[in-house]
C-alpha cells in the first residue's frame, strides 16, 4: 500500500525568499506523484506532476520539484515566495498499474508568506 | 476551461438528517471522486465512481453513500448525520482508467452537523 507524508504542518517563510515543502511517499510499486495547492476558499488545482523522465518538474507560478526515487522523496520548491502564494499545499501519489486513478494524499503543508 | 461545481458552500443540518451533496462537472470525465478534508488528516477518499451506475468504496465509506445517474453527476449522501461528518467535502474528476490524469476539484462544500 502506498503512503505520503509531508513532514511540516506549517511553513512561515517570508516574502522573496526561498521555500521548501518537504513530501516522503512509501510504495512497492512505481508512482505517478503530484502537488496540489489549495487556496483560501477554493477547491486544489494542480500545481504539477512527476510521471516520468527528467527527475525535475517545473510547474505553474514558478514552483518546481524533484523526484529522488533512492529516497522517496518529491520536495517541492520555490525560489523566491510571493504574498500569494499563502496557501495550503498537499502531495499526493497514485499507482502506476492498476488505472484506478485515485489518488492518496498527504496531511497538507500549510505556507504562510509573511510581508 | 473545466469546470466541477457543488451545489452548496455551506450546510448547516441537524443529526439524524439525511444529507444529499451534488457535483456536476462539464468535462465529459468518466472518474468522479468524493473527498473529505480534515485538518492534519489531508483529503481522505470516501467513494468513486468510474462510469454511470458504477461506484467503488474508497478508504473511509461508513455512513455514507452514492448515486451516478447521469455521467456529469455524482451526489454523496449522508444517511444520517452525525457530529463527525462535520467536515469540508470536496468533489473531484478526471479522465478514465489513466493514473497520471489530473484530477479536477469542485470548490467545497462546508458541512456542520448539530
Known amino acids: 500500500a502506498q503512503s505520503v507524508t509531508q513532514l511540516d504542518s506549517q511553513v512561515p517563510v517570508f516574502e522573496e525568499a526561498p521555500v521548501e515543502l518537504r513530501c516522503n511517499y512509501s510504495?512497492?510499486?512505481?508512482?505517478?506523484l503530484f502537488w496540489y495547492v489549495q487556496y483560501p476558499n477554493q477547491g486544489l488545482q494542480l500545481l504539477l506532476k512527476?510521471?516520468?523522465?527528467?527527475?525535475l518538474v517545473k510547474g505553474i507560478n514558478g514552483f518546481e520539484a524533484e523526484f529522488n526515487k533512492s529516497q522517496t522523496s518529491f520536495h517541492l520548491r520555490k525560489p523566491s515566495v510571493h504574498i500569494s502564494d499563502t496557501a495550503e499545499y498537499f502531495c499526493?501519489?497514485?499507482?502506476?498499474?492498476?488505472?484506478?486513478?485515485?489518488?492518496?494524499f498527504g496531511q497538507g503543508t500549510t505556507l504562510q508568506v509573511k510581508p | 476551461d473545466v469546470k466541477v461545481t457543488q451545489s452548496s458552500r455551506y450546510l448547516v443540518k441537524r443529526t439524524g438528517e439525511k444529507v444529499f451533496l451534488e457535483c456536476v462537472q462539464d468535462m465529459d470525465h468518466e472518474n468522479m471522486f468524493w473527498y473529505r478534508q480534515d485538518p492534519g488528516l489531508g483529503l481522505r477518499l470516501i467513494y468513486f465512481?468510474?462510469?454511470?451506475?458504477?461506484?467503488e468504496k474508497g478508504d473511509i465509506p461508513e455512513g455514507y453513500s452514492v448515486s451516478r445517474e447521469k455521467k456529469e453527476r455524482f451526489s454523496l449522501i449522508l444517511e444520517s448525520a452525525s457530529t463527525n461528518q462535520t467536515s469540508m467535502y470536496l468533489c473531484?474528476?478526471?479522465?478514465?482508467?489513466?493514473?497520471?490524469?489530473?484530477?479536477?476539484f469542485g470548490p467545497g462544500t462546508r458541512l456542520l452537523v448539530l
Open positions: 465512481s468510474y462510469d454511470v451506475k458504477m461506484k
Open positions: 510504495s512497492s510499486v512505481s508512482v505517478y
Open positions: 473531484a474528476s478526471s479522465f478514465p482508467a489513466q493514473s497520471q490524469e489530473t484530477q479536477y
Open positions: 499526493a501519489v497514485s499507482r502506476y498499474s492498476g488505472n484506478t486513478g485515485k489518488l492518496i
Open positions: 512527476y510521471l516520468s523522465g527528467s527527475t
